[in-house]
Nanobody
Framework: QLRVVESGGGLVQPGGSLRLSCAASGFTSDYYTISWFRQAPGKEREGVACISSSSVLTDYADSVKGRFTISRDNAANTVYLQINNVKPEDTGVYYC??????????????????WGQGTQVTVSS
């Protein structure tokens, strides 16, 4: 059974940093794409970062470029989302999603069938 589990959320002050993790299991190979989405209070869920199976392709939403970095460790079946210089508007529930795609990176929800339960990120002083 394909599964992804997020961790690393919490309360962080503006300007701070945190790293989210997405642990994948049940995949029989490394050929899967992972994307991070977030849902702010009262807003629709949006894609913020994606990474292809071999890390060749990455993409970011314009709102997070320069502050978010996605990476993956296939040996550990884990994808990371490093968030620097956090802003109050980064507050929300962060989800990772996976799909068995080779060398693909996308930020559309409809492209993914395996979702985690989410991890809460709260940016506040």
């Amino acid at each position: 059974q394909l599964r992804v589990v997020e961790s690393g959320g919490g309360l962080v002050q503006p300007g701070g940093s945190l790293r989210l993790s997405c642990a994948a299991s049940g995949f029989t190979s490394d050929y899967y794409t992972i994307s991070w989405f977030r849902q702010a209070p009262g807003k629709e869920r949006e894609g913020v970062a994606c990474i292809s199976s071999s890390s060749v392709l990455t993409d970011y939403a314009d709102s997070v470029k320069g502050r978010f970095t996605i990476s993956r460790d296939n040996a550990a079946n884990t994808v990371y989302l490093q968030i620097n210089n956090v802003k109050p508007e980064d507050t929300g529930v962060y989800y990772c999603a996976a799909e068995k795609l080779f060398q693909y990176c996308g930020l559309l929800e409809v492209q993914f069938n395996t979702w985690g339960q989410g991890t809460q990120v709260t940016v506040s002083s």
